[in-house]
DNA sequence: AGTGTGAGTTCCTTGAGGGAACCCCGATTG
DNA sequence: CAATCGGGGTTCCCTCAAGGAACTCACACT
């Protein structure tokens, strides 16, 4: 085996990975989310192999987050998000508020995130959903799931 | 160029996977966040390679994510996390929250997360940090940033 | 018939991941 | 003092995945 494989691994991280944890997977979903959702387009924007981007998509599609979609009388298909995908879209805004803070540097950050709510532009931040307050890695203690392996 | 270098593109997205995007990198991290911070621990926990774990570890400490302190006379080290490391964990969390979700099957989760604010078993969840409300993707806009690419 | 375009396939080369063996250094043991 | 041990890596070889360019196929338009 060449690359190992996370997914039966007692660990949703190493689950998680194992859906979207390869190379260019991250970002062929940032490029489906900011509306580049056919192959020709999100192909010239990352500029990646046509081999892997190919392999990618139908991953993603066999995982449940893409859907192929055809959008023409010829063989034309686009990929959109299911709700498995959206709910991925959690992790790249993570990210994203991850780099921004940290890599961004003088420039400032490349892209700005306008919240419909409240109309400002805001950033993202981990809050309980039980009792609403700040909840980071700090704030938490680790126990054994139901699902753990023995 | 073999693998390619997503460091030097305008999106803190690929930036961030240039930091913790490589296989492996983010199940370490969860490592040393789970209290394995040694070479040896990790090693065994994950069933890395070592040359690949080395490499890895080298990585998180160049780019300011983990910090490699000896514990001992002897030349022993442990891997511990910078704040910049700590608020990577935001990511993971993420993670773990989206594979808890969706790929937990029946067994259920296999880790619980306590949050010492309230108490309880809960989980996370993204809000706005200007109006406190729910901030997914499908809330927000994008816009470009002072930092994006012309 | 000829051209164009989206959506892939095919093929070759290179280099990263897996795995096992090996090495170094300081502490402990006989 | 020599031998052993254990943590923390290196080194080496092999395989397979990523990069890149060329090629294919199906349908529509001229």
Redesign the interface.
């Known amino acids: 085996m060449q690359?190992?494989n996370?997914g039966g691994m007692?660990?949703?991280?190493?689950?998680?990975?194992d859906?979207v944890?390869?190379?260019?997977t991250?970002?062929v979903l940032?490029d489906v989310?900011?509306g580049f959702t056919r192959f020709e387009q999100i192909q010239a924007d990352l500029?990646?192999s046509r081999k892997v981007l190919t392999e990618r998509l139908n991953h993603l599609v066999e995982r449940g987050v893409l859907e192929r979609r055809p959008y023409d009388q010829r063989p034309r298909y686009e990929y959109v998000l299911t709700d498995?995908g959206?709910?991925?879209?959690?992790?790249?805004?993570?990210?994203?508020?991850?780099?921004?803070?940290?890599?961004?540097?003088e420039?400032?950050?490349?892209?700005?995130?306008?919240?419909?709510?409240?109309g400002?532009?805001?950033?993202?931040?981990?809050?309980?959903?039980?009792?609403?307050?700040?909840?980071?890695?700090?704030?938490?203690?680790?126990?054994?799931?139901?699902?753990?392996?023995v």
């Open positions: 690359r190992t996370f007692a660990c949703s991280i190493a689950r998680t990975l859906v944890g390869e190379p260019w991250p970002l940032r989310w900011a500029g990646i498995k959206v709910e991925l879209l959690d992790v790249l805004m993570a990210m994203a508020t991850w780099g921004d803070h940290w890599l961004a540097g420039a400032g950050p490349p892209v700005l995130y306008r919240h419909h709510a409240c400002e532009i805001s950033k993202v931040d981990l809050r309980c959903t039980h009792c609403g307050e700040s909840m980071h890695a700090c704030d938490v203690e680790l126990l054994q799931g139901p699902g753990a392996a």
